[in-house]
């Protein structure tokens, strides 16, 4: 099954396929977090001191990275040649959160940057010169970057919350394996500040109102769609205006109809999926895991608990690569896969609503529901469904009689005797079962 | 004597279904009057000491039977997001009604036997026999009585939803076509611009600029003409959708599958339940009573499941809930499914004692999760069943009501003639040629509805 990554690739228009955010980019940047955090574990097992990690080795751990690290590694930690490991892992997360942030800020930034200073500028541009049709097609196109780079933006911070669930695996080992259960408690709360957040605020708003960027950055218009609203009025009226100049031919009339209502539904599509990704993130953001995510952790669970109980150094389990990546958190698949759909077809498929249990609009309330039926209808309601249950119980009340009657002379298939498509063999039947009712464990052939 | 009114009642169904085309109050209130009347014959035969008398009531009982006209209630009047909490209503009603019956018998024949006279009539008896059809005739009257004053005939809202949907399909493929002949002119990038806007508007996206309405976009001179013709051809379809060949022409894909679910699932309800005492007095060597109580818990199970199925019905599509439910019966039936039987199938010797046997627990679980899944799909199917049936259907005589009945009577029919064909064959065996094929085919339904997933959504 295709990943975010191949959806996001059909998403990408061609000639602006450097300004998108580079999802391929990050995901690298996120799986070398994870390699360089599984060596770290490595060399606090390797190390000689229990529970410490040489300074040497953790310099060479952050200088294999990318990282740009404004201060010198041996002027943090002034211990000597060695270092906390829980120190070295606070910091190691810190450093990683601000290389992913400040990556992430960089690629939004560019997207966003484009979209104002080029893309807006564009569409206006067609309005002004009365070419709204072709306006229309080109706002669709640069509503449909706009979502793909915000829902791209959104789904990395996801993944990156499940990276940080990872570390949080990490934890399990290296704490509880060198130090005491209350320095791995501590660990955990230490992790949980940063979990989903910056420093107890969500990403997504961290993102937007306490980043180095100003209020003024075209970020802050990207996600605001700024802008668009107006172009999207304008184009409508415009349209509307070439309608009424063209009434004399009925047919262009038509055309011109549909490509305005074409052209609201599909902006509306487009909000609609960012109204979507946007519940989904509030969701990550509060804890909510996907159904698979919990199995997994209670599965983790359950190997902690029996490796305390039967083995020394069963929770060596916990740190199995294998078993934490399986967490895969909530995802923006759908959304993207939905986009990747209209730039071939020009039209949404309306994801996630098939089974209706995703979709909240169907999850109307059983109450609300009943308001739709007529309060005329309701009391003959109630007498049709009185109705079918007096019959049944006619049918039963007299049946039941029938029935001890006819297992009393041993000639019963109860109900099956009921109908009379069993008339013809009634009396085999009896003879059988005269003999079979009388020696049960028999099991007499027919 | 028992089998008599259900062949009455298939004849008399064909009537009510003709006779609701325009009424309800009156087939019902007739339907109530022949209940009355039958039940009372029954009760007097014996006073009578005839035999004919009694035949007469139970045909005259089974006549009057208005499960055709309630499953078109529901059909007709409740909107299309409540039909399948109605219709686990109906099922709930039904189920109810099974299991009160027999109890209700149990505690008339207790109360011993006297006599008592009525107007018109000599000296009547009371008894075991006797008292069900006098307490039945009772109600039935009381009930008529209700209808004759409180009932008021209803708007049929879930069949205007039904033509409305209907509309707004062939308005959606009107425009795909209008769209699909001017694709060419608005070829942009080599992408084709193509939208079925009602299906849009459908599913919650309204334009918002919209300066026109939808009556006017669709009065093109061009489409005035085939408007007029489908109008025509409408008109022609009411004036015919009483008839035989009208039906057989409205008979859609998805009303052919729905009917062959409501077949299958029926013959599988037979094979499980209709079983139970023979297989149960052969296995275990259990007495009437602890059949009766097996039935009796099978009916009182059924009550939180109908109220799960109506629940979940608002939030999950029939065709999902109707996969789950026919799962879940394959699951119980698993339990029933006895693997020993299959390597020794002549001696008695490992009758029962392997621990592969099906034991009186399993047989147990097994009856019980099957029941209770095949009773939770009845819900699901006959919701869909009446949402996939044509309004050209809907609205005549053969109505997603009939041909639930019909199917369903068949299906009936069927399953105890294939009970008494396997217990011919083999007795010993009976369990497993049962259960095979009943779980082959509850397997063939889900493979049905898979296949055909994307029909079924309504």
Redesign the interface.
């Known amino acids: 099954m295709p990943g975010y990554e191949e959806y996001h690739q059909q998403c990408i228009e061609p000639t602006w396929s450097s300004h998108y955010i580079s999802y391929t980019t990050i995901k690298q940047t996120l799986s070398s977090f994870r390699s360089r955090r599984r060596r770290f574990t490595q060399l606090v097992d390797s190390s000689d001191l229990s529970g410490y990690l040489a300074l040497e080795d953790y310099q060479q751990l952050l200088g294999a990275s990318s990282i740009n690290n404004d201060e010198d590694a041996s002027s943090y930690f002034q211990y000597g040649n060695y270092v906390d490991a829980e120190d070295a892992l606070q910091r190691l997360y810190i450093i990683e959160r601000k290389e992913f942030s400040s990556l992430l800020e960089q690629q939004i930034s560019d997207a966003a940057i484009f979209y104002e200073g080029t893309l807006v500028p564009r569409v206006r541009g067609l309005i002004d010169r009365g070419e709204f049709e072709e306006a229309a097609?080109q706002l669709l196109e640069v509503v449909a970057f706009v979502t793909v780079n915000i829902i791209t933006f959104r789904q990395l911070l996801i993944r990156y919350d499940v990276s940080a669930l990872l570390v949080m695996c990490i934890v399990h080992y290296s704490f509880i394996h060198y130090h005491s259960i209350t320095h791995y408690v501590r660990a955990v709360q230490l992790l949980q500040g940063f979990y989903r957040s910056f420093s107890g605020m969500p990403l997504n708003e961290w993102h937007l109102q306490r980043s180095v960027l100003a209020t003024t950055h075209p970020v802050h218009h990207l996600f605001e769609l700024e802008g668009v609203d107006k172009l999207e009025?304008e184009i409508?009226?415009g349209l509307?205006q070439q309608q009424q100049q063209q009434q004399t031919d009925?047919?262009d009339v038509?055309?011109q109809?549909?490509?305005?209502?074409?052209f609201?539904?599909?902006?509306?599509?487009f909000l609609?999926l960012l109204e979507k990704t946007d519940r989904s993130l509030h969701k990550a953001v509060a804890g909510h895991l996907t159904f698979r995510d919990r199995v997994t952790t209670f599965w983790i669970k359950i190997r902690q608990y029996l490796a305390f109980g039967f083995q020394g150094r069963g929770i060596m389990m916990m740190n199995e690569p294998r078993s934490s990546s399986t967490l895969r958190g909530r995802h923006m698949k759908q959304e993207i896969h939905a986009i990747g759909k209209w730039?071939?077809?020009?039209?949404?498929d309306?994801f996630g609503?098939?089974?209706?249990?995703d979709d909240d609009?169907?999850?109307?309330?059983?109450q609300q529901?009943?308001k739709?039926?007529?309060p005329?209808?309701v009391?003959?309601?109630f007498?049709?469904?009185?109705?079918?249950?007096?019959?049944?119980?006619?049918?039963?009340?007299?049946?039941?009689?029938?029935?001890?009657v006819c297992?009393s002379v041993c000639s019963?298939?109860?109900?099956?005797?009921?109908?009379?498509?069993?008339?013809p063999?009634q009396n085999?039947?009896r003879r059988?079962?005269q003999r079979?009712?009388e020696h049960?464990?028999?099991?007499?052939?027919? | 004597m028992i089998g008599l009114a259900p062949w009455f009642a298939m004849i008399s169904s064909v009537v009510y279904s003709f006779w609701t085309n325009s009424n309800y109050k009156h087939p019902i209130l007739f339907a109530g009057m022949l209940q009355f009347i039958g039940n009372l014959l029954y009760a007097n035969a014996y006073s009578y000491q005839s035999v004919g008398m009694c035949l007469l009531g139970r045909a005259i009982t089974g006549l009057g039977a208005p499960r055709v006209i309630n499953r078109r209630y529901v059909a007709d009047a409740t909107p299309f997001c409540l039909r399948t909490a109605a219709s686990a209503a109906f099922a709930m009603a039904t189920a109810l009604g099974a299991a009160a019956g027999p109890g209700i018998a149990i505690l008339l024949d207790s109360i011993g036997e006297f006599e008592f006279s009525l107007p018109f009539l000599k000296a009547q008896q009371f008894n075991g026999m006797t008292g069900p059809g006098y307490l039945m005739s009772l109600i039935w009257l009381i009930y008529t009585v209700i209808i004759l004053f409180f009932f008021g005939e209803p708007v049929r809202s879930g069949l205007e939803e039904l033509k409305q949907r209907e509309e707004m399909a062939e308005r959606s493929s009107k425009q795909d076509s209008l769209l699909g002949r001017r694709s060419s002119s608005m070829i942009r990038d080599g992408n084709t611009v193509r939208r079925t806007l009602t299906e849009e508007m459908d599913e919650g996206f309204e334009p918002k600029y919209s300066s026109s309405s939808e009556e006017d976009f669709d009065q093109t001179p061009s489409d005035d003409a085939k408007a007029d013709n489908t109008n025509e051809s409408m008109d022609a379809s009411d004036k015919s959708k009483s008839g035989y060949c009208s039906c057989m022409k409205n008979i859609t894909r998805p009303v052919i599958i729905c009917m062959s679910l409501i077949f299958m699932k029926r013959i599988s309800l037979e094979a499980i339940v209709g079983s139970t005492s023979i297989i149960t007095k052969n296995r275990y060597g259990w007495s009437i009573k602890n059949v009766g109580m097996l039935h009796l818990v099978n009916g009182i199970i059924v009550i939180p499941v109908s109220i799960l199925s109506g629940y979940l019905s608002t939030s999950y599509e029939d065709r999902y809930m109707a996969l789950w439910c026919l799962s879940i019966t394959l699951f119980g039936m698993c339990f029933l499914f006895d693997p020993t039987d299959l390597f020794d199938h002549e001696t008695s010797y490992t009758y029962n004692e392997s621990p592969l046997s099906v034991g009186p627990h399993s047989y147990i679980t097994g009856s019980l999760i099957a029941f209770s899944g095949i009773e939770a799909c009845e819900s699901f199917v006959a919701s869909l069943m009446s949402k996939v049936v044509p309004s050209a259907l809907a609205q005549g005589t053969f109505n997603s009501g009939l041909l639930s009945t019909l199917v369903g009577t068949g299906g009936r029919a069927v399953g105890d003639l294939f009970i008494t064909c396997m217990g011919l064959i083999s007795l010993r065996n009976l369990l497993n040629l049962l259960i095979i094929p009943g779980a082959t085919l509850v397997a063939t339904s889900i493979a049905l509805i898979l296949w055909n997933y994307e029909l079924l959504g309504v």
């Open positions: 097609e009025k409508i009226l509307q009925n047919n038509e055309k109809q549909l490509k305005e209502q074409d609201s539904i599909q902006m509306q599509g609609h730039k071939q077809t020009k039209e949404f309306h609503s098939k089974h209706g249990g609009k169907s999850k109307s309330s059983f529901n009943l739709e039926i007529s005329e209808n009391f003959p309601l007498l049709n469904l009185l109705a079918c249950f007096f019959f049944m119980m006619n049918n039963y009340i007299i049946g039941v009689y029938v029935c001890i297992v019963i298939l109860c109900p099956s005797s009921n109908y009379i498509s069993l008339l063999y085999r039947h059988i079962m079979h009712w049960p464990m028999q099991c007499p052939e027919s």
